[in-house]
Every structure is written in structure tokens, then in C-alpha cells.
């Protein structure tokens, strides 16, 4: 069977614009439907289109349209969907009370695709190992999905449906990402496993922990290339929450999370070895956000 393999050239024909305004957005959008595709940093989707698995007829960019820009960080953290990984592993409201996520993206390939990539393409590509899809759903992101009849919120961990699917509609657009401020004693951690530092990940994890002195409160674990979407591990974080923080119940919850993943087995990892690797990653970041929220000698 022939597969596409040309990464050097775009080999089909398409029209491109730039609209400045999300109003300007919907218009293309209703005007040429099924055959536009939205762009934001195209590092994704271009890839996509050069191997010949994607041949748009209409690329309508975002990277002029204002409302979808920039990061604020009042009584919470909105990221617009076209903030880039870049601004938001370097922001220090990110570092300091969303620490999984800046880790996610510091964890990206490169500098000059971190520059390119945004938050919400990184998103609505959704692959299954999208970085920042662990720590969003650690942190029980809402996403804002406007169009011409206005915005409705949709839970993340309700916005993936398979690889490459989301509940988006033809005439939406994500319009930005919320996390509600954690609250005191909160910790957390993201960790990646790939061949390489530049490849997709085998398994990643991010783990969301608050405490009150050493007993866990709220506990919140999730996981990225496991799955057909990013996935929360319920059982591990029901295990572990409301119960004291040692070494043993860590253990326990490593064990439970390795059982609740779903892999496939693919070029980069088998089966097998991505359901050992979640248990040790769940393991290791537990024990990280543990620290950073406080918590004493591990016991």
C-alpha cells in the first residue's frame, strides 16, 4: 500500500486569508464550510497537509484576530487559543500556580515550535498525546467555544471524542481556555516519556494535588498517548484522595492508574510498555506535586 511520505513541499492548491475579527472568522467559515480549515500556528496542520493526509481548499488563519490572543490571570488563568506554548512556559502566573502546564510545554520539541504552536491548536488537533491536555485536565480546564449564536463552556474532558476529533462544529471557533486559581496547599507536576526529547510522547502524566497537612483533599491525575483522547485516571485519584499521603498508598495509586490506561501499540511503544511507564510517571509525579505542595519526608 503507498503512503504519502512528502514532508518538503505543499503539494495542493488552496486560498489563504487573514481576518482581524472573529465576526470576519464566521463569515469564511459559513461562506466555504467543509472545505476551510482553520490555522493558528500551523505546526500541526501543515505537517498534515505536506504528508497529503489533509487538503484544505480554504486555510483561514487566526493569527490576527485579537480576541483569541493573550493571557490574563484575574481571580483565575484565560488563555486566548491562540496564545503560544512559548508565552505560557515562560509566564510566571503559569510557572508559580499552573506548574504542570509550564512543564508541559517547556516539554515541547523545540524552541521555534514553541514560539509557533498555540495553546488551542495543540487542543483541537487532538491527538491523543497532546502535551498540554494532561495538565489542562489536572486542572479542570473549561474551554469557551464561540460562534454567530454565541458561547457555550464545555468541560475539557468533554471536548476530545477520538484522535482527531473534538465536539467542535463547522461554524465554531475555540475562543479561550479557563483554570479557576488553586487554592492553598495545591501541587502539581507533569512528566513525558519519548524516544528522543523531540518526539511525540510515549506516555505522559500530570498530576494535581491539594492537601491539608498530609492528607491528600483533592486529587486529580491524568494521562496523554495511553488512550484514544487524554484521560483522567478516576479510580487512582479516588484512591487516594482523602486518605494520608505515603509511600505505600502512592504505590497503590501507581498500580491502579497503570490498570486504567488503554494503549495501543504503535512505532514508538508497545502496548505493554506504556501501561508499566504510566504506573512509574504516575509514581514520580506524585511524589513531586506532594512536595511542591508542601508536604513533608515522603513516609
Keep these: 500500500m503507498y503512503v504519502a511520505t512528502n514532508t518538503c513541499i505543499l503539494a495542493a492548491e488552496f486560498d489563504y486569508v487573514q481576518p482581524t475579527t472573529l465576526e470576519d472568522v464566521f463569515s469564511h467559515l459559513s461562506q466555504h464550510g467543509a472545505q476551510a480549515q482553520l490555522i493558528a500556528g500551523g505546526t500541526d496542520l501543515l505537517v498534515q497537509m505536506k504528508m497529503e493526509q489533509k487538503s484544505p481548499a480554504y486555510l483561514i488563519s487566526l493569527s490576527r484576530v485579537r480576541e483569541l490572543q493573550g493571557i490574563t490571570s484575574s481571580g483565575g488563568f484565560t488563555a486566548g487559543a491562540t496564545a503560544s506554548i512559548w508565552s505560557l512556559a515562560k509566564s510566571e502566573e503559569v510557572r508559580l500556580h499552573y506548574t504542570a502546564l509550564?512543564?508541559?510545554?517547556e516539554a515541547f520539541t523545540s524552541v521555534p515550535i514553541m514560539?509557533?504552536?498555540?495553546?488551542g491548536g495543540n487542543l483541537c488537533n487532538a491527538s491523543p498525546a497532546a502535551k498540554t491536555a494532561p495538565p489542562l485536565l489536572a486542572f479542570d480546564a473549561n474551554l469557551s467555544l464561540a460562534s454567530r449564536g454565541g458561547r457555550r463552556d464545555v468541560p475539557l474532558e468533554d471536548f476530545f471524542l477520538g484522535p482527531g476529533q473534538t465536539v467542535l462544529r463547522?461554524?465554531?471557533v475555540l475562543h479561550s481556555i479557563q483554570l479557576a486559581k488553586p487554592v492553598p496547599g495545591t501541587g502539581s507536576a507533569f512528566l513525558k516519556v519519548g524516544r528522543v526529547h523531540a518526539d511525540i510522547a510515549q506516555v505522559s502524566a500530570a498530576v494535581r494535588l491539594v492537601l491539608d497537612g498530609d492528607q491528600v483533599?483533592?486529587?486529580?491525575?491524568?494521562?496523554?498517548?495511553?488512550?484514544?483522547?487524554?484521560?483522567?485516571?478516576?479510580?487512582?485519584?479516588a484512591f487516594l484522595t482523602d486518605r494520608?499521603?505515603?509511600?505505600?498508598?502512592?504505590?497503590e495509586v501507581a498500580r491502579i492508574a497503570?490498570?486504567?490506561?488503554?494503549?495501543?501499540?504503535?512505532?514508538?511503544?508497545?502496548?505493554?510498555?506504556?501501561?508499566?511507564?504510566?504506573?512509574?510517571?504516575?509514581r514520580d509525579a506524585l511524589t513531586t506535586a506532594w512536595q511542591r505542595a508542601g508536604g513533608g519526608k515522603l513516609k
Design 115 to 119: 514560539i509557533m504552536g498555540t495553546l
Design 258 to 282: 497503570a490498570e486504567e490506561v488503554k494503549p495501543i501499540i504503535d512505532v514508538r511503544a508497545t502496548a505493554e510498555y506504556r501501561r508499566r511507564v504510566s504506573g512509574v510517571i504516575v
Design 217 to 237: 483533599i483533592d486529587c486529580r491525575i491524568a494521562l496523554g498517548a495511553v488512550a484514544p483522547t487524554p484521560m483522567r485516571a478516576r479510580r487512582a485519584e
Design 244 to 251: 494520608r499521603f505515603d509511600s505505600e498508598g502512592v504505590e
Design 102 to 105: 509550564a512543564e508541559a510545554c
Design 170 to 172: 463547522e461554524d465554531e
